[in-house]
């Protein structure tokens, strides 16, 4: 593992850019395809700024590293799977355990991003990929149009290459230089450019729609603590989903996901952008951070954490506008994979993000190969990438639920429903020495409690039903 320095003299059959999930996987497969393959990493080593918390769902790393789960710095198979609607003082969930989901190849693992970014780029480099870390690229390197290379921090730091795979993440400025975002046809409100050379925002070419900002943290407890407050057996595991109905007093939408490692939880939240910008406009003073405490202090969320120390903390943007925010996959000389691509999945059950990250940069890595053997690094040679994403499940997925965000998102999912559900679990189980009510006398109460009318809901489970 180098640290940045001066490569100007080298030449590379293809660079990529970031060594998470997405580039780790793309550099493997270019290596192991015979590339002379260089992977540029910001941070000073893998996973330092990853940040922990999350569940590889999913079997598209065994293309890469056959059986990798046996000698990766797994946490827990997930073999329990939670949705939870929080109210205001209460806690509906819906639980699933499948005996199969603990047998391999199993269906998913917690993992620690600062651990297993770092195991993933040293398979990289025992692949034959030479990794340089604590490297900024501020541009592109171009040659009669087309991308050769990358510049550092000075012009003078230029690497050459055939092509160049960005995975630098869901702000990818490179992305933006590249000219596979493009500007959006009205500016972002409020943003403007210092001068002329002025590279454009983000904000400029992805609508904030499409964007929510993640927080995590991750909480330590002792492994038998964890086993017995979650009923896990050895190195099973729990992922749970929840609806924050909560945050309604600022009209916050925002969904959080507890995970359990082996002596440690992930706790994230995520919080819908355009809302968070809304209730900041309105409340001064609102932070980000002081939502998370108000998850943590939540009376379900406080007893599963109870007894624990935050031993780390972060932030971070996801992209959640599926197919409506990928940008163009290529051109002349470049690809773009993950996170940088939009390469995020979200229906409210499955949040998935780094199988998709794996899958696109191996076939953004096969994609370089077949264009080192035609020795064609056009835009047209390099439009092979694109065939390979449609043909596989991420573009299906994408597309198939190109709708989904109006579940997601939907105001009443957040403000109304987890509200309604508790109010009716509460009155159909609380004892009061009182006679008995039927469901539908129980039911029509808290339709009108919350404002909800038999057609609404109808309409919305409907929705539901067909969007996700």
């Not at 990493?41 to 940040?51: N, Q, T, V």
């Not at 199993?106 to 692949?127: I, M, P, Q, T």
Request: proline share 4%; hydrophobic share 40%.
């Amino acid at each position: 593992m180098a640290s940045g320095g001066n490569m100007a003299d080298e030449r590379f059959d293809c660079i990529v850019v970031g060594a998470g999930p997405a580039g780790c996987s793309a550099a493997i497969t270019a290596a192991k395809g015979g590339l002379t393959t260089l992977l540029i990493e910001r941070a000073e080593r893998p996973g330092e700024k990853s940040l922990s918390g999350g569940v590889l769902w999913g079997h598209d790393l065994d293309d890469v590293i056959p059986g990798w789960w046996k000698e990766a710095p797994v946490e827990r198979y997930i073999d329990k799977k939670r949705l939870t609607f929080l109210s205001s003082d209460s806690a509906f969930s819906i639980d699933f355990q499948s005996s199969v989901w603990a047998k391999e190849p199993y269906n998913g693992f917690s993992v620690l991003r600062a651990k297993f970014d770092e195991w993933l780029a040293r398979k990289a480099e025992e692949a034959g990929v030479t990794l340089v870390c604590g490297m900024t690229i501020r541009k592109l390197y171009r040659e009669r149009g087309r991308v050769c290379g990358v510049i550092g921090v000075n012009d003078s730091d230029v690497i050459k290459s055939d092509t160049v795979i960005l995975a630098d993440g869901a702000n990818s400025r490179l992305a933006l230089e590249a000219g596979l975002r493009v500007p959006k046809k009205e500016p972002t409100p409020g943003y403007k450019r210092r001068g002329k050379d002025d590279p454009p925002s983000l904000g400029d070419t992805i609508d904030p729609h499409w964007m929510a900002i993640g927080i995590k943290e991750v909480v330590k407890l002792p492994r038998n603590v964890i086993e017995d407050r979650f009923a896990l057996t050895g190195n099973s595991g729990l992922a749970n989903e929840m609806v924050c109905g909560f945050f309604s007093k600022n009209k916050i939408k925002a969904g959080a996901s507890l995970y359990t490692n082996l002596e440690s939880v992930s706790l994230n939240l995520v919080i819908d952008l355009p809302s968070l910008r809304r209730a900041v406009d309105v409340n001064r003073g609102l932070y980000s951070f002081e939502m998370i405490e108000e998850l943590r202090s939540h009376p379900y969320v406080s007893s599963l954490l109870r007894g624990g120390e935050v031993v780390e903390y972060g932030a971070h943007l996801i992209p959640e506008g599926g197919v409506k925010m990928v940008p163009r996959l290529y051109g002349d000389g470049v690809l773009v994979a993950g996170d940088a691509a939009g390469f995020c999945f979200s229906n409210g059950i499955l949040l998935e993000g780094m199988n998709y990250a794996i899958l696109s940069g191996r076939l953004a890595g096969e994609t370089v190969i077949e264009a080192k053997k035609k020795r064609d690094f056009t835009s047209s040679s390099l439009s092979l990438y694109e065939q390979k994403l449609e043909s596989s499940y991420i573009m299906k997925d994408l597309k198939g639920f190109k709708d989904a965000d109006k579940v997601t998102w939907n105001d009443r999912i957040h403000h109304v429903y987890p509200e309604f559900i508790a109010g009716l679990m509460k009155d159909m189980i609380t004892e009061r020495s009182l006679p008995k009510e039927k469901v539908k006398s129980i039911l029509k109460r808290n339709l009108k409690k919350n404002n909800l009318g038999m057609f609404t809901l109808l309409r919305d489970a409907l929705t539901i039903g067909g969007k996700i």
